[in-house]
Nanobody, 117 residues
Framework: QVQLVESGGGLVQAGGSLRISCAAS??????VGWFRQAPGKEREFVVD????????KEADSVKGRFTISRDNAKNTVFLEMNSLKAEDTAVYFC????????????WGQGTQVTVSS
């Protein structure tokens, strides 16, 4: 079983930026998605990226502010978050699936991102 590990979360002021990472052995073979869950709310999809670096979906709430990328040589997917807002505060989860036709079946433990205002 592949273990996904998120890192890079922390406290940042509104308007600031933060980059979080998702790493796992063999991640080059997976479609990877970022999800987030705020306190008292359901988990929501943020953005995804395929094995070749192309994204097909992103949440309207983060469009123009968040950028997903990957470094396959490092088996790592990044989420660059800019112009952060208080409502971006959440636990961010990395998930992986073998193709666009399968379910996300691999999940990381999550990394906390807190945006102060």
């Amino acid at each position: 079983q592949v273990q996904l590990v998120e890192s890079g979360g922390g406290l940042v002021q509104a308007g600031g930026s933060l980059r979080i990472s998702c790493a796992a052995s063999g991640l080059i073979n997976y479609v990877v998605g970022w999800f987030r869950q705020a306190p008292g709310k359901e988990r929501e999809f943020v953005v995804d990226i395929n094995q070749y670096g192309f994204s097909t979906k992103e949440a309207d709430s983060v469009k123009g502010r968040f950028t997903i990328s990957r470094d396959n040589a490092k088996n790592t997917v990044f989420l660059e978050m800019n112009s952060l807002k208080a409502e971006d505060t959440a636990v961010y989860f990395c998930a992986a699936r073998r193709s666009w036709e399968t379910q996300y079946d691999l999940w990381g433990q999550g990394t906390q991102v807190t945006v102060s205002s």
